[in-house]
Nanobody, 126 residues
Framework: QVQLVESGGGLVQAGGSLRLSCSCA??????????MGWFRQAPGKEREFVAG????????AYADSVKGRFTISRDNAKNAVYLQMNSLKFEDTAVYFC?????????????????WGQGTQVTVSS
């Protein structure tokens, strides 16, 4: 079993920054046994991939819409994954979820993930 808890969301003006955190409590497999991803879902829209990181942290992937503005990282010693969001835009407003999958590398597909957090709201005012 894996439990994921996101934090760090909030209200920010366009152009501002936020750092999301996701803490992981994993049983036998351990946090480093999971690739991690961040997804988001805006009202009336499907959940979409934002960023992903491999088990070791050495390989990252980003949606085109956030490339150059967002950075994903992980600290396996702290059982945590982070999403640094800079130059935020109104269209980044959504509930952000972290997710874990048993593969080595992250995936852009939500169906590839085995565990999900409850989400944290990010609201960007224009």
């Amino acid at each position: 079993q894996v439990q994921l808890v996101e934090s760090g969301g909030g209200l920010v003006q366009a152009g501002g920054s936020l750092r999301l955190s996701c803490s992981c409590a994993a049983s036998s497999r351990g946090f480093s046994g999971y690739a991690m991803g961040w997804f988001r879902q805006a009202p009336g829209k499907e959940r979409e991939f934002v960023a992903g990181v491999s088990r070791s942290g050495g390989v990252t992937a980003y949606a085109d819409s956030v490339k150059g503005r967002f950075t994903i990282s992980r600290d396996n010693a702290k059982n945590a994954v982070y999403l640094q969001m800079n130059s935020l835009k109104f269209e980044d407003t959504a509930v952000y979820f972290c997710a874990a999958n048993r593969g080595y590398a992250s995936s852009r597909y939500a169906s590839s993930y085995d565990y999900w957090g409850q989400g944290t709201q990010v609201t960007v005012s224009s």
